[in-house]
Each structure stands twice: as structure tokens, then as C-alpha cells.
DNA sequence: CGAGGGATTGAGATTCATCAATCTATGTGG
DNA sequence: CCACATAGATTGATGAATCTCAATCCCTCG
């Protein structure tokens, strides 16, 4: 097994600048003071462009890179031996993929684009130095870190405890949230939504010919529809309520 | 609704200090120089016996403290509006239960005690501070939160992807590890297993009449058996096969 | 215009949940 | 020490949710 050479392609000129960030509201460097900022491009080993599914990192191999996203839709999964896989999370603008603990230890899960995308990326190997020198950084991705962790037990749950339709519910009420927050777009009714349904099948543990069923069902109770790569949400309200969706507490881990 | 006040019973008398702590390699302060460890114990409220079925904190509730599990099992948990209940994880001794990211913010989760219980309680309010002074210790507990989540995104994967038998399988595996690693006994093939049927089913998304149908299953097959609290693992291997728990990465998420 | 991936629909099989009843172990009060 | 209460475990019967297999359709792209 070699290790994976995703095909990034690095972007040479217009590179944007830590400082000039459009996403930093996002990112891992939130809050962090302007002076401190110069340092952390020291640590950014470059942006990359990525096409439409492409390989980010590999579970068991080892990547010499985590990143951050500045475009794009990226999913995050683990496989199993019979094929079967879960998504784990979708990553959006401004998402942290590919930090874990121990450096020296292989990916315990796969990525992939899901669109057209733009990484920054980060040497694993200077992490340790990037957070012993700044502590605003090391905050921020305890809080990132934190917001996972809140988000794949809120996942758990819903996959543990609920039934299909309220599963998909759930779900697309989730990622619909998090693309109006990251784009403030708070009053607009459709995303752009660049899943097919096997994918909504693998992140949800459904099969795709019972997550187009269900779509189905969703559509004809006016709740949302899905069409050419667009999620169009009518009934917000009852689409949270049908999957246990709390917007009131979408602050607490929707963390823009 | 009022704050949660636990029924925890302060240790008077011979409570054990940090630095003696014989769960220390498990716990937070694993790696922690020992002249650090008078700093530690300034910071720890005291230690709490609690009896089996009591809760901890809730869901949605304010929490003043954090804990590390000194004694017991705790099980950590999210409950729906309609009753179902998904167990998130199960903390063993030399687990943190209760940290989040931010410190005024409501509990995510629940947490209730299955045994009796011996928690080591850390003032909230007072982290940040432990956090800036000790790098040592915040180090560790990302290593702690990345091994929680190592956990969650696993049960994840197991829950989306896995039929009953595998699911039940894994999460029996998995306890029976994590028990064997910290009371250091490789070669037993019995564990101590304060679960109901029902619990079991709460944690891998089952009603209890399947569990039982499917343990009986698991004993007819020679895989394990379940009886009088006590887990009986009669062929690891196959119980592992079953259950896609991989032993050779248990290093990697099971952190003691 | 053809190829291919995704979406859609149908039919039948399987897994798991639900409802209901009995059984067993454990603990408690008299 | 026994009678009873209670929680958990066990089994059966039935039905619903979801999966599997298979066929067709439709859109997009080259």
C-alpha cells in the first residue's frame, strides 16, 4: 500500500492571504488577534485546487497535510470490508479536515471532494510548534474540535433512534443550516446541494433506493425536494420538527 | 426547570491525592511530571462516591463541574422528546465525562452512573486557568477528547452499517478491551458487565427484545454469553471478526 | 447521438419493532 | 425466613420498515 498522492493541484498566483481571509470568521483562526496572523501563514504550506471527487487523505495511510477548507464540500467517511461505507461528516468552508491527536498515527477515515474545491493546507509535522506558540489558535481548535464532536453525537443519535424519513429530515435541516450561516443567506429557501442520494444513503445508513423513496415521501408532504443538485426546503418548520432539528440551539454547534 | 443538584457524597476521609492516583496513567494527567501534580490537586474539588443509577448531569442543565471517573462505569447519554434514548458513550475509569469546549454553556448530553461510582470533581470555572498554566495537561486532554471522538465516529460507522448481531458484537468487544486494558488482565476471559439488555439496546439503537434474541444468538454460536452481570467471551476472534472491531488498532482509540 | 451515472419504480424477502404473556432473580417488609 | 413486589429476561405471534434484486427512465456530457 503506497501512500496517496491526492491530486492537488497548487494555486501559484492570487493566493489569498491569511490576513485577508474571507472565511477567517470561520476558520481556524477566529479570533485571533491581526498581528498574530503573519505567523500563521508561516505554518500554511500553501492552497491547493481539487476537482470534483477527488481523494483528500485515506483511511490507514498517512497524510502529511490536514486542512482547512476555503471552498467547496468535502465528505469525510470510513469503509468497511464489504464495501459498505459511512459518512461521517460533511466538511464545508471554513471546517478543519484531517486533524488528529497523535501526528505520527495513519487517517482513521477517508475524504473526498464532493465538488470543486479549495484547500489551504497546513504541515502536520509544524502543528505542534504552530500551538505551543499561539494560544488563540489552540483555543479555537479545541472549539472546532469540540463542535465535531457535538455534531457526530447529535448524528449518532439520529441514526441510533430514528426512522428513515427522520433521518434525511435531520440531515438536510443540518446542512441546510450550516450554508445560509456560512454564506448569510438567512432568508433564502434553496442551497446548492452537490449530493446524490447514495450519499445521503451512506451518511444516514439507508440504502438509496429507500432514500429515494423517501425523498419521495418528503416532497409529497411539502416538507423540502431535491432536484439538480438543489435542496429546496418549503415547510423549515416542520422539516426541524420531523427530525428532531433544534434550531434554536444551531449556535451551540453550528460554529461560525 | 431547576439545575440538576446530583446526589454526590463527598469523601471525607482518605481521599486519594494525585499523586498517588493509581489510575493516574489512564487519566488526565497521564504524562504530567510529578512536581505538576500539586497544581492538579489545587484544582480538584474533591472526590464524590455516587450510587449505582444516579444522575450525574443533565441534558440541557448547567453543570459546575467536569469529572474524571476514579471507579464505576457512567453511561453518557441523549434522550428525544418521545422517550427513545441513544447512549453515546460509556466512560470506565480514567475517562473525562463533562468537558466542553464552553464553559457556560448547557450540557449536551446526559450522564448517569450504572455502578457504584467514584468521581474526582474539577471546578468548571476554573479549567481555563489549569489549561493556560499546564501545557502538559492540555495536551493531554486532546489527546483524551481525539480518542472520545475516535470512539463516537466508530460507533458511528457501526450503527449506520452493521446489522443487529454485528452491532452488539462490536459494542461488547469493544468494552471488553477497554476493561481488560485498564485493569491490566490480558488473559481473562470475563468481565464484570453491569448492562441490561435494555441498555445495550439504547447504545446500539435496538429494542430489548432484539438484544435478547440476539445475545441468545451470539451464546448458541460459542461467541459470548451474557449472564448475572458478568460478560463471557468464549472466541475473541470471531467476536471481533463479527463485529469488525479491529484489535490491532486498539492502541489507537483505546488511550490508557 | 450514444454512453453512463444517477433517479425511479415494482415485487418480494428479511430484519427488526411491537404487543403481549410468562418466567426468573433479587431485594424488601413483616 | 417467607411472601410479595419489582425489574429484568425470555418467548411467541404479528406487522411494519427497510433491504435486495431487477428493470426502466432520464439527464448530462462528450
Given at each position: 500500500?503506497?501512500?496517496i498522492k ?6 501559484q ?6 490576513s ?12 485571533v ?12 504550506s500553501?492552497?491547493?485546487k ?5 481523494e ?7 497524510s ?11 465528505a469525510?467517511?470510513?469503509t468497511?470490508?464489504?464495501g ?13 479536515i ?5 501526528n505520527?498515527?495513519a ?23 504552530l ?41 438536510c ?5 450550516r ?8 432568508n ?33 408532504r411539502?416538507?423540502?425536494?431535491i ?14 420538527e420531523?427530525?428532531?432539528f ?7 454547534y453550528?460554529?461560525?
Amino acid at each position: 500500500m503506497t501512500d496517496i498522492k491526492p491530486e492537488l493541484i497548487p494555486i501559484q498566483h492570487n493566493q489569498t492571504s491569511c490576513s485577508n481571509c474571507s472565511i477567517r470568521r470561520l476558520a481556524l483562526f477566529h479570533g485571533v488577534p491581526e498581528e498574530d496572523l503573519s505567523c500563521t501563514q508561516n505554518y500554511r504550506s500553501g492552497q491547493y485546487k481539487l476537482s470534483a471527487n477527488r481523494e483528500v487523505f485515506r483511511e490507514c495511510h498517512h497524510s502529511d497535510f490536514l486542512y482547512t477548507v476555503y471552498l467547496g464540500w468535502i465528505a469525510i467517511y470510513k469503509t468497511l470490508k464489504n464495501g459498505k461505507r459511512q459518512i461521517l461528516k460533511i466538511a464545508l468552508p471554513g471546517d478543519i479536515i484531517g486533524y488528529q491527536a497523535h501526528n505520527d498515527a495513519a487517517m482513521n477515515y477517508s475524504g473526498i471532494s464532493l465538488t470543486d474545491t479549495i484547500l489551504c493546507a497546513f504541515t502536520r509535522h509544524d502543528m505542534p510548534e504552530l500551538f505551543r506558540k499561539n494560544k488563540n489558535i489552540t483555543q479555537r481548535l479545541t472549539e472546532l474540535n469540540s463542535r465535531d464532536m457535538n455534531l457526530c453525537q447529535n448524528r449518532l443519535l439520529t441514526i441510533g433512534q430514528h426512522s428513515a424519513i427522520e433521518k434525511i429530515a435531520h440531515f438536510c435541516a443540518e446542512l441546510f443550516y450550516r450554508i445560509k450561516t456560512i454564506y448569510h443567506e438567512p432568508n433564502i429557501n434553496h442551497i446548492n446541494f452537490p449530493l446524490s442520494q447514495e450519499d445521503i444513503g451512506d451518511a444516514t445508513g439507508l440504502t438509496k433506493i429507500h432514500v429515494n423513496r423517501t425523498l419521495r415521501e418528503l416532497r409529497e408532504r411539502g416538507l423540502m425536494e431535491i432536484s439538480s443538485r438543489t435542496l429546496k426546503v418549503n415547510d423549515i418548520d416542520k422539516l426541524c420538527e420531523l427530525g428532531s432539528f433544534d434550531k434554536s440551539t444551531v449556535h451551540t454547534y453550528i460554529l461560525y
